[in-house]
């Protein structure tokens, strides 16, 4: 069974501008969470969705956001980009609600 | 409060030796227990879960949950320099909508 994929895998953006990273999980897989990691950190975590409903948020700003579509892939929107973004964005998908989560390889934004 | 304690290290341990690695909650209705290792750069990988009191052995790995208490551990028996990594403990909060909460995790050095 394929793992978790995240594209893409390394970004360059400048501030200001918006990016959207994009999540598919495993296959029968319906919630997807999504991470932030920065060098030294823990995982901070932003949201996570559930056949199409968020259903957890973090203490993000409002840049910050997402969507489940109905095949379970998922996307993550970050707006109006600052230099503090620049981080490791992970995707983890379970087959439910409080279940093992297994991680995509990330997504590497750097934010000039 | 949602918390996940662990020592952040740097655990440093011989070769050979057992590596143990404590995590404390403070949610008593949480009913699962995740371990995690996260080598630096790359995404975290599941080691176990556990949801029971008591020990699960996988391998050279042993997880231990004491709920009365409120901690997990994780030991490595036979510790390899491969081993040499960060481990993150997580825990599912009953009141915080089953959200998985992380602790920021310890790293682990096996010296050869």
């Known amino acids: 069974k394929a793992g978790v994929t995240q594209t893409p895998r390394y970004l360059i953006k400048t501030r200001g501008q918006q990016v959207t990273l994009s999540c598919s999980p495993i296959?029968?897989?319906?919630?997807v969470s999504w991470y932030q990691q920065t060098p030294g950190q823990g995982l901070q975590f932003l949201f996570e969705?559930?056949?199409?409903?968020?259903?957890n948020k973090g203490n993000f700003p409002g840049r910050f956001s997402g969507r489940q579509f109905s095949n379970s892939r998922s996307e993550m929107n970050v707006s109006t980009l600052e230099l503090g973004d620049s981080a490791l964005y992970l995707c983890?998908?379970?087959?439910?609600?409080?279940?093992?989560?297994?991680f995509g390889p990330g997504t590497r934004l750097l934010v000039l | 409060q949602k918390e996940v304690e662990q020592n952040s290290g740097p655990l440093s341990v011989p070769e050979g030796a057992i590596a143990s690695l404590n995590c404390t909650y403070s949610?008593?209705?949480?009913?699962?227990f995740f371990w995690y290792r996260q080598y630096s750069g790359k995404s975290p990988e599941l080691i176990m879960s556990?949801?029971s009191n008591g020990d699960k052995e996988d391998g050279r790995f042993t997880a231990q949950l004491n709920k009365a208490s409120q901690y997990v551990s994780l030991l490595i028996r036979d510790s390899q320099p491969s081993d040499s990594a960060t481990y993150l403990c997580?825990?599912?909060?009953?009141?915080?909508?089953?959200?998985?909460?992380w602790g920021a995790g310890t790293k682990l050095i096996i010296k050869p």
């Open positions: 983890a998908s379970s087959p439910g609600q409080s279940e093992t989560q297994y």
């Open positions: 969705y559930f056949s199409e409903t968020q259903r």
């Open positions: 949610d008593r209705g949480s009913q699962s």
């Open positions: 296959s029968g897989h319906r919630s």
């Open positions: 556990i949801y």
């Open positions: 997580a825990v599912n909060y009953k009141d915080s909508n089953y959200q998985l909460i």
